[in-house]
C-alpha cells in the first residue's frame, strides 16, 4: 500500500468517525445550561483550534531541524502540516464568529485572542505564498523554514493571550493547570472529536506528504 | 450551532476531496488531456 493509499484510509476512518462524534455531539451530549445549543460549537471548534496552533509548532521545529540536517523530508512535512493548518485554521475563524453570534452579540470583536488567530491564518497564508513564489527548492525551502520558526514563536502567545490581555475570549476548559472543568459526558465527547481531528490532521499530512514527494521525483524525472 | 457544524463538515469534505483528486490528477501524470478520458486517448 502507497504511502498516499494509508492516507486515504487514515482519513476515511476520520471521517466516518467524525459523523460519529457529530451524532454523539448533537444527539445524546447534554445542552449547557447558560449557553445552550450554542455551546455544541465547542467541540468542533477547540480541536480544530488546538491543532492548528500545534500544526503551527511543529512547521516550526520541522523548520529548525531542516536547517541544521537540510533534509527534504522536514521541508516536505512542513509542507503538508502548513496546509492542513490553514484547513483547520479556516474552521476555528468560522465556528468561532458562529458561536460569537448569539453568545457576544457580534460576530468578531478585535480582542487579542481572536486577533491573533487571524494572525496565525494570515502567517499561514503567507506560508504557502512564500512556497509558490520561490522556484529554487533550496532557497524555498531555507526561507520556508525561517518562517515557519516565526510562526511556532506566534503560539504560546496566542494561547496565553486570554491570561495576558483582558479578553471577551472564555479562559481555557481543558488545556490549563488542574483538572478540566467539563462535566464526564461533555469530556467525553470532546476527547473523541479532538481524537477525529488527529486522526484527520494525520490522515490529511500523509496525503499531502505523499503527493509533494511524488511531485518532487516528477521534477527530477523532468529535469 | 448547526451551521458551524455543516461548515466544518463542508470544509473537512471538500479538502480531502481536493486531495483525492490531486493525488489521482498526480497518478494519471503529466500526458492527461482534461475531458478526456483514457480509452478515447488509447483510441
Known amino acids: 500500500m502507497s504511502l498516499a493509499q494509508k492516507g486515504r484510509w487514515i482519513t476515511l476512518v476520520g471521517l466516518v468517525l467524525l459523523a460519529a462524534v457529530y451524532v454523539r455531539a448533537l444527539a445524546f451530549t447534554p445542552l449547557e445550561r447558560s449557553q445552550g445549543p450554542a455551546q455544541k460549537i ?33 521541508d516536505r512535512f512542513a509542507e503538508a502540516s502548513a496546509e492542513v493548518g490553514t484547513v483547520f485554521a479556516t474552521i476555528v475563524l468560522t465556528t468561532g464568529p458562529i458561536w460569537g453570534k448569539p453568545i457576544w ?119 | 450551532m448547526v451551521a458551524a457544524y455543516i461548515v466544518t463538515a463542508v470544509i473537512l469534505l471538500a479538502y480531502a476531496f481536493s486531495l483525492y483528486r490531486r493525488i489521482g490528477k498526480d497518478e494519471r501524470g503529466p500526458g492527461r488531456v482534461p475531458g478526456v478520458s483514457s480509452d478515447e486517448r488509447s483510441r
Open chain 1, 42 to 74: 465547542y467541540y468542533l471548534h477547540v480541536p480544530a483550534a488546538i491543532w492548528t496552533e500545534t500544526a503551527m509548532i511543529l512547521i516550526g521545529l520541522a523548520g529548525i531541524f531542516y536547517l541544521f540536517l537540510r533534509d527534504p523530508r522536514l
Open chain 1, 105 to 223: 452579540g457580534t460576530w468578531w470583536t478585535w480582542d487579542a485572542r481572536l486577533t491573533s488567530t487571524l494572525l496565525l491564518f494570515f502567517l499561514y497564508l503567507g506560508y504557502l505564498l512564500l512556497r509558490g513564489a520561490v522556484a529554487d527548492p533550496g532557497l524555498r525551502a531555507r526561507y520556508a523554514a525561517v518562517l515557519g520558526i516565526c510562526g511556532m514563536c506566534l503560539v504560546p502567545f496566542i494561547h496565553l493571550s486570554v491570561f495576558l490581555f483582558r479578553t471577551l475570549h472564555p479562559q481555557p476548559i481543558i488545556l490549563k493547570p488542574g483538572k478540566p472543568s467539563l462535566p464526564d459526558s461533555m469530556l467525553v465527547t470532546w476527547l473523541l472529536s479532538f481524537g477525529v481531528f488527529t486522526l484527520l490532521y494525520v490522515g490529511f499530512v500523509v496525503q499531502r506528504y505523499a503527493l509533494a514527494q511524488r511531485r518532487e521525483e516528477q521534477g527530477e524525472i523532468r529535469a
